[in-house]
């Protein structure tokens, strides 16, 4: 008998007992929650336990022994067939980082790797539920001079003071927030940071450069619109004896993908926004990957925001630099959505990269691959059922089971509910 799910960064199979299950305990403490399941080997086959009451035992006691601070878990025993197995769910906790021997875990696919050093800076501020802009700095005399024309600006603000800086979350009793040297006019923060190249036919040939560096976000944000404005104008031509204005690349996703780089990037890491420009794409990488508690699928089909820096979210939002929390990817999906051009995601654990295609008018218009149809399906109708997959996307029952088994063995889709009432939702 083969066990249902496949192993993913979620889910881990264990034939039997060892301390390695502990790493994993560590990570999805850490990160969140997830499940390992003993009585399975590597390859789904379901072998059972012998004695699952001390199986339990033993589990519980290596939890309580080896992992510190303990975390929140639950064991159960489950029949599957003949045999039985034992289920250990371990649960999110907040008082991160959880470490085993002294070191501690994140999950890496499907297995468990130590955490470096920066990330584990990045888990003590989610253990006490605060992210890196919400910092207080070391004494420092700002100036918000491009804070404030842009509040008059676009919100007619009409005084700026320090209870315009507390209203923002910039400033606190205790001094200045991370997020107020960021988007100071100047400061001495190194990671504060956008490079932005434009090439020309080949990674050696230099047309344009624009390093902005320890200088308010909004200028960065700026710079960015500039240089786009400057080598992706407009440009006419001639279809049908008619004169037609083209767009090389949609300026709206443009901006989205430099509103999110600068809001969601990990400014604990050494690096900056780095913006390269070919004649055929732009390529936007932000340093450090997903916000803690957001998986690739929700990221990329779903519209569920977490933002890794709240505070300077919520200033870009209040400039109406960004409409929304959550609307980023899918506005820079629907800019192309009239072309046959598409656009193109990368996220790892290190940086998530964005491409911007230049349009090809002349291509042929791309059909979805039906795994990334059946997310953009669930992302707008939410939980399904196999059968209204199969009517909304026209494909037959072998086909879409095919493809709902890996999206749940990749760890992007999950089932809810059991038997006839089975449905499929974004994990």
């Keep these: 008998m083969i066990y249902p799910e496949k192993e993913n960064a979620y889910l881990e199979l264990k034939a039997k007992l060892s301390d390695h299950f502990l790493k994993t305990v560590s990570a999805y403490a850490n990160y969140g929650d997830g499940r390992?399941?003993?009585?399975?080997?590597?390859?789904?086959?379901?072998?059972?336990?012998?004695?699952?009451?001390?199986?339990?035992?033993?589990?519980?006691?290596?939890?309580?022994?080896?992992?510190?601070?303990?975390?929140?878990?639950?064991?159960e025993t489950q029949k599957m067939g003949r045999d039985t197995i034992v289920v250990l769910t371990v649960f999110k906790g907040k008082s991160a980082p959880y470490y085993y021997n002294h070191t501690t875990y994140k999950r890496s696919d499907t297995s468990s790797t130590p955490v470096d050093r920066s990330e584990i800076r990045q888990l003590v501020l989610s253990g006490v539920e605060q992210s890196y802009d919400q910092l207080i700095v070391p004494d420092e005399k700002l100036k918000f001079s491009v804070l404030e024309q842009e509040l008059k600006r676009e919100i007619a603000l009409k005084e700026f003071s320090e209870d315009t800086l507390r209203t923002l979350g910039l400033m606190t009793r205790d001094g200045y927030t991370r997020a107020a040297e960021l988007l100071a006019d100047t400061n001495e923060n190194s990671r504060s940071a956008t490079s932005i190249v434009r090439f020309g036919k080949t990674h050696s040939e230099f047309l344009d450069r624009k390093d902005i560096a320890s200088q308010s976000l909004l200028l960065q944000y700026q710079s960015a619109l500039e240089m786009f404005d400057k080598w992706y104008e407009p440009y006419e031509e001639v279809v049908d004896f008619r004169r037609i204005t083209r767009i090389q690349i949609p300026k709206e996703a443009y901006r989205e993908g430099i509103a999110n780089a600068l809001i969601n990037r990990r400014y604990d890491l050494n690096g900056s926004v780095q913006v390269a420009m070919y004649e055929n794409r732009i390529e936007i990488v932000s340093p450090g990957g997903l916000p803690e508690g957001i998986s690739e699928a929700t990221y990329?089909?779903?519209?569920?925001?977490?933002?890794?820096?709240?505070?300077?979210?919520?200033?870009?939002?209040?400039?109406?630099?960004?409409?929304?929390?959550?609307?980023?990817?899918?506005?820079?999906?629907?800019?192309?959505?009239?072309?046959?051009?598409?656009?193109?995601?990368?996220?790892?654990?290190?940086?998530?990269?964005?491409?911007?295609?230049?349009?090809?008018?002349?291509?042929?218009?791309?059909?979805?691959?039906?795994?990334?149809?059946?997310?953009?399906?669930?992302?707008?109708?939410?939980?399904?059922?196999?059968?209204?997959?199969?009517?909304?996307?026209?494909?037959?029952?072998?086909?879409?089971?095919?493809?709902?088994?890996?999206?749940?063995?990749?760890?992007?889709?999950?089932?809810?509910?059991?038997?006839?009432?089975?449905?499929?939702?974004?994990?």
Excluded at 49 to 55: F, G, P, R
Excluded at 362 to 372: A, D, H, R
């Design 36 to 75: 390992i399941v003993f009585g399975v080997s590597d390859d789904g086959s379901i072998i059972g336990v012998s004695d699952e009451a001390k199986l339990r035992l033993q589990i519980e006691n290596k939890i309580n022994d080896c992992i510190n601070p303990r975390p929140h878990f639950k064991i």
């Design 300 to 427: 990329l089909y779903s519209q569920v925001s977490i933002p890794r820096n709240t505070i300077i979210a919520n200033v870009f939002h209040r400039l109406h630099i960004i409409e929304k929390f959550g609307t980023g990817i899918d506005r820079i999906r629907d800019e192309y959505n009239q072309f046959p051009s598409k656009p193109e995601f990368e996220i790892t654990e290190d940086f998530i990269r964005v491409v911007l295609p230049v349009i090809d008018y002349e291509g042929e218009t791309q059909e979805l691959m039906l795994s990334e149809n059946i997310l953009l399906l669930l992302s707008e109708k939410g939980a399904l059922s196999r059968v209204e997959i199969e009517e909304n996307t026209g494909y037959k029952r072998t086909r879409v089971l095919t493809e709902l088994e890996q999206l749940i063995g990749n760890g992007l889709i999950e089932m809810v509910g059991s038997g006839p009432s089975v449905k499929y939702r974004i994990k």
